[in-house]
């Protein structure tokens, strides 16, 4: 059977993304650094990009932010995108400034020993410092125009990609996001219900 492939993000991946870095936020592991890997240039395709960036994520990434807590629990959002038939993926992810280097270190080395080069060309790696809530929006350009619209996000074709298109890590999934946005909107509610009672009533016009 075919793998099912995509155009678009669909709504519900679309709105955990959206959803992600406040999460993040919330949980204590903020999505501080946004990467872009040009798989592309390491011969992926459309077909194989999932895998390629499953692999990075199961094979290094886990064990690599796991291992003695050095990072602590993996916490992530990925889209992978192939415009003009160049596949990539962005990846908004938690990396405590202190462990910055050795990421970007070992995740070039990771990248370039799967591919079987002694070191990563030029170009397919980039990582910078993210503004987590401007990277989520950039990031969610591949939504369905319906969606887009609705969450007033300017739409861009992202070109077609097999398998899933966009993911988050299980801590940012909306089985946690879901619960904190109630929890919040009840908060709201009760502040908005004592800011009333709070206030002076008006005086009587016979007092």
């Known amino acids: 059977m075919p793998p099912r492939r995509s155009h678009h993000i669909g709504r519900k991946a679309g709105a955990t993304l959206l959803h992600a870095p406040r999460t993040a936020n919330a949980i204590g592991r903020p999505l ?11 011969g992926s395709d459309a077909e194989s990009l999932f895998h390629d960036f499953a692999a990075l994520r199961s094979e290094w990434f886990q064990r690599w932010s796991s291992y003695r807590d050095r990072n602590g629990p ?10 003009n ?4 993926t962005h990846w908004l992810v938690h990396v405590k400034p202190e462990n910055r280097q050795e990421f970007e270190l070992k995740l070039a080395r990771w990248l370039a020993r799967r591919s079987g080069l002694d070191a990563l060309p030029h ?5 910078q410092d993210a503004r987590a809530e401007g990277a989520k929006l950039y990031m969610a350009k591949g939504l ?27 801590n940012l999934g909306p089985t946690v996001w ?7 909107k009840a908060e709201r509610r ?18």
């Open 144 to 170: 369905d125009p319906r969606y887009a619209t609705l969450w007033r996000i300017v739409a861009e074709d992202g070109g077609v990609i097999a398998h899933r298109r966009a993911d988050t890590s299980r």
């Open 190 to 207: 009760r502040s908005s219900r004592r800011s009333a009672l709070a206030r002076p009533s008006a005086a009587s016009p016979l007092s």
């Open 74 to 83: 993996p916490t992530y959002t990925y889209v992978h995108e192939a415009p």
């Open 123 to 127: 170009g397919v790696l980039h990582v």
């Open 85 to 88: 038939e160049n596949p990539h």
């Open 178 to 184: 879901q619960p904190l946005k109630a929890a919040y």
């Open 32 to 42: 501080n650094t946004f990467v872009t890997i040009d798989f592309w240039k390491l």
